[in-house]
């Protein structure tokens, strides 16, 4: 399923101008989230991160960030 939402921004993923999010996205936690645009509530942890949705639930980091 696609995006709907640039998860750094929070714009629509279909407005375009998200070269710097995707840049940003490798070194930052999301913090919006990408199905209803709401601001995540973002942990950072030793293992990365994690960031929260009230109505989506919890995302946490890819594996293999280190
Ligand atoms: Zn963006
Ligand atoms: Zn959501």
């Known amino acids: 399923m696609a995006a709907a939402f640039c998860d750094q921004c929070g714009r629509s993923a279909e407005a375009g101008g ?3 999010c995707a840049v940003r996205r490798e070194l930052e936690p ?3 989230c990408a199905e209803c645009a709401r ?3 973002v942990q950072v942890t030793p293992m990365g991160w994690t960031a929260r949705c009230s109505r989506h639930g919890e995302i946490f980091s890819p594996e293999g960030v280190c």
């Open 18 to 20: 998200h070269v710097r």
């Open 30 to 32: 999301p913090r919006y």
């Open 39 to 41: 601001r995540m509530v």
